[in-house]
């Protein structure tokens, strides 16, 4: 497994782990890290033997944003011409679902590191939020844009405009996390959900979350004439006829990912 300078990544069975490490700056994300991250879970997508992926920081932070050392000197024309976030649409594009297990701090580009997971769990110790206008700029990875999906308006203005924080409670209250969870039990119960998923067929996985995409980027007209298709084109897979059997043989499925 290749050794990266960031992040700390192994396979678990079917899911693979991603843990952002860098503990001297509550895991920032530099370029090098956007870099690292987007290597190792293109990779993953890449592996059939991969059906799940957790993606986590530490104890203290999920992420405390983008690394604002690594842009305070640069210009406009920089960050255009650089295209500074850009490889992490790559990130978001990846077809294997996501899981964000996110303990202390997701903050600014690691809050919308975990909106482009598809499942977000939360410790009781997480804070979410999009303070960037405390820094005279405005959310650059899509704060502006999941998180008024996520949460709807009011309560995506009252976090942008004001730049405080919510707690994990407020942030499971409003639709941005899926579950909380005590502290200790943050990363097997990240892991259980993501071997869950891995233990189904993959190609209704992937069909699974193109749908859900689709939802977030389409209109409603166009999101049900895909997710009709998409659901129509699964009838042609071996695991939809195994599935169905084993419902009427009352067995479990077996699997095959085809
Ligand atoms: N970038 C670079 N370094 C950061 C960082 C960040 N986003 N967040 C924290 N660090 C560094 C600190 O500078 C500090 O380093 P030193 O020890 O070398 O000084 C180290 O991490 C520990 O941080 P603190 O001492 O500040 O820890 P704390 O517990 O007192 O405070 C915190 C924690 C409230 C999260 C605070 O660190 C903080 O406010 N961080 C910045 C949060 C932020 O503004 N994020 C948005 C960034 S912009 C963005 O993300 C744009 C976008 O949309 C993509």
Known sequence: ???????????RGRVGWITLHRPEALNALNTQLM??????????DADR???AIVVTGSERAFAAGADIKEMEAKSGLDMIMGD?????SRFAAIRTPVVAAVAGYALGGGCELAMMCDIIIAADTAKFGQPEINLGVIPGLGGSQRLLRAIGYYKAADLVLTGRMMDAVEAERSGLVSR???????????????DTIASKSLPSVF??????????ETTLAEGLRFERQAFAALFSTHDQKEGMAAFR????PDFTNS
Do not use: C
């Open 35 to 44: 870099h690292d991250v987007v290597d190792a879970a293109t990779g993953f």
């Open 249 to 252: 043989e009352k067995r479990s």
């Open 180 to 194: 909380v969870v005590p502290a200790a039990d943050l990363l097997a119960e990240a892991g259980k959900i993501a």
């Open 207 to 216: 069909a699974a979350k193109a749908a859900l995409d689709a939802a977030m």
């Open 84 to 88: 500074h976030f850009g490889e992490w």
């Open 49 to 51: 033997g991969i059906g």
């Open 1 to 11: 497994m290749t050794e990266y300078e960031t992040i700390l990544v192994e396979t």
